[in-house]
Nanobody, 127 residues
């Protein structure tokens, strides 16, 4: 059974930092791409960042480039999202996803693809 679980969310002041973690079990961790997505109240889910298994190439939404960093620790089957210089508009439920087929990271950030999803972790940035 595949399980994807996020942690690390919380309340932080604008300009602060948080690191989200995502552990995955029941799957081959680096078989396909993994990504972070977020959804704010009243808005559609949007792609934040993605890392693919070939060359460990990373992709970011324009709104988070230069502030967020995605990484993996294979020994722990863990995906991270380091978020710096947080802004109130970054407030959202953040979801981790493990693709279940070969996908293009750049496309996945825009177009939904088959994936296993976590339950989400809430990030709130106060102004």
């Amino acid at each position: 059974q595949v399980q994807v679980m996020e942690s690390g969310g919380g309340l932080v002041e604008a300009g602060g930092s948080l690191r989200l973690s995502c552990t995955a079990s029941g799957l081959t961790f680096d078989e396909y791409a993994m990504g972070w997505f977020r959804q704010a109240p009243g808005k559609e889910r949007e792609g934040v960042s993605c890392i693919n298994t070939v060359g460990q190439t990373t992709y970011y939404a324009e709104s988070v480039k230069g502030r967020f960093t995605i990484s993996q620790e294979h020994a722990k089957n863990t995906l991270y999202l380091q978020m710096n210089s947080l802004k109130p508009e970054d407030s959202a439920m953040y979801y981790c996803a493990a693709a279940t087929t070969l996908v293009s990271c750049s496309a996945w950030l825009i177009v939904p693809q088959p994936a296993n999803w976590g339950q989400g972790t809430q990030v709130t940035v106060s102004s």
